[in-house]
């Protein structure tokens, strides 16, 4: 079922479409639009600070366990096993978990449980990065929901324990006041 809904999906791929050219994109250069929205929240006030900082701790612990069951679990790509369109070039590492898909849900669901607009805006982009790899060749759906849960999961967990990191938080964003403070 695994590859008749990855075939399903990717057979629509290669055919020179603006939906290749779309996928391409969301699959390589979504990373550079949600840094650029943790940029802008950055800015606005330490609530929106802290919310950033819990979604980089999502993220770091979402990588480790990324590569913790690479390390344990290998499971070859979809190019590997099968003929696929292939749109982007890749590494031959594990298909699960799918690394971009992990930390786009884990850093969509860390914002969308503390600002839900543009929470939900960065889910719908993590969705798209996820349904991206499958189309451009690199994962299977179940790869890709996997990756996903995760992701998420991870976010969950961190959001449910935030006790943990507060005064690591808190001593972040008081650093950061006192060295711009240097230079008003």
Not at 153 to 159: A, E, M
């Amino acid at each position: 079922m695994n590859y008749m809904l990855f075939k399903a999906i990717n057979r629509l791929a290669g055919r020179g479409t603006t939906m290749d050219t779309i996928m391409v994109f969301i699959s390589q250069k979504t990373r550079y639009l949600y840094l650029f929205i943790l940029i802008c929240m950055w800015f606005k006030n330490n609530f929106y600070k802290k919310i950033i900082l819990y979604a980089g701790i999502s993220a770091g612990v979402t990588l480790f366990i990324n590569r913790i069951i690479q390390f344990f679990y290998f499971k070859p790509r979809p190019f590997i096993v099968h003929r696929v369109h292939l749109l982007i070039s890749s590494k031959n590492n594990s298909s699960f978990p799918s690394k971009h898909t992990a930390l786009a849900f884990a850093v969509a669901t860390s914002i969308l449980l503390r600002e839900r607009f543009v929470g939900s805006i960065m889910w719908v982009l993590a969705v798209l990065t996820g349904f991206s790899r499958i189309w451009v060749g690199h994962h299977y759906p179940f790869d890709i929901i996997g990756s996903a849960v995760i992701g998420s999961l991870t976010s969950i967990v961190i959001d449910k324990n935030t006790y943990t990191f507060q005064s690591f938080i808190t001593w972040i964003i008081k650093m950061y006041s006192s060295f711009t403070k240097l230079f008003k």
